[in-house]
């Protein structure tokens, strides 16, 4: 790659101008003052020239801003990582006929909200069959055994259930990251069907906003969708998933 093409800086007005605009809250309650302050944490950031061009109290002792200004760092394409999606996406008819072919029998998925997370959007945006962003849910392929155990799920709850559905595959879901809860959670899953299940444990797929894809080891899980991950995307991770553990060339 050419350093005309590996380093970038934000577009605002013009390419290459720097512009960024960024949010956040101070526990300082709105005026000038609170202006000043969110000026002073922005030039702090590295913004300069920055300008406070909307501010609003939320409550007596704390203030909202959305600040607008110019940085001058460059991002390094060479130093991003992320994880790429490594199989094509299939229809749902492709989906079908290779997991009839492959396993000859439906794929079956068990999925629920962990621990005491009650936020079911995401995980029945990927399983119910009214799906997300267009696309049908899971329980709209033929080939695939859904069972939405749904929220607040404990995690020997989620073992004994995919144990008695002999479930291919786990997917969970996680909102609620107060004090990294989302990732101590899925942890405790991954360490339980470990110790119930060894090798023959199911695929496990971990889902939420704040996860990285990059955390999949950290996790112990195989594979972590973020914000945004459609049924169709998780639908051909699978089949994917599943000719590899078969041994069957994509």
């Known amino acids: 790659m050419s350093d005309a093409k590996r ?71 060479d130093e991003v990582k992320v994880v790429e999606r ?3 996406l299939l229809s749902p008819s492709e989906v079908n006929n290779t997991l009839k072919k492959v396993l000859r029998r439906k794929l079956v998925v068990v999925g629920g909200c962990i621990g005491t997370d009650a936020h079911t959007v995401g995980i029945d945006a990927i399983l119910n069959i009214k ?22 799920v404990s995690v020997p709850e989620l073992v004994r259930s995919a144990r008695a559905e002999k479930a291919d595959a786990v997917l969970i879901s996680q909102v609620v990251t107060q004090r990294d809860a989302h990732i101590l959670n899925t942890q405790e899953m991954s360490a339980a069907f470990r ?3 060894g090798d023959r444990r199911p695929l496990l797929v971990a889902g939420g906003p704040r996860f ?15 914000r945004g991950t459609t049924p169709g995307e998780v639908a051909s991770y699978l089949v994917h998933a599943m000719q ?7």
Do not use: C, W
């Open 244 to 250: 590899a553990k078969r041994g069957v060339a994509a």
């Open 131 to 152: 799906g997300f962003a267009g696309e049908k849910g899971l329980e709209y392929y033929r080939e695939l055994k859904v069972v939405n155990l749904g929220a607040q």
């Open 86 to 88: 490594e199989y094509p």
């Open 7 to 77: 380093y970038v800086r934000p577009y605002g007005d013009t390419t290459g101008d720097g512009m960024i605009q960024t949010s956040f809250t101070l526990p300082i309650p709105f005026g000038p003052k609170a202006d000043g302050a969110a000026l002073q944490l922005a030039n702090k950031m590295g913004m300069d020239p920055a300008m406070v061009v909307h501010s609003n109290p939320i409550g007596d002792d704390f203030t909202f801003f959305v600040v607008y200004g110019s940085v001058k760092h460059l991002v390094d394409l």
């Open 212 to 226: 990285d894809p990059l955390m999949a080891g950290e996790l112990g899980v195989d594979r972590v969708f973020s």
């Open 195 to 197: 110790e119930a299940m």
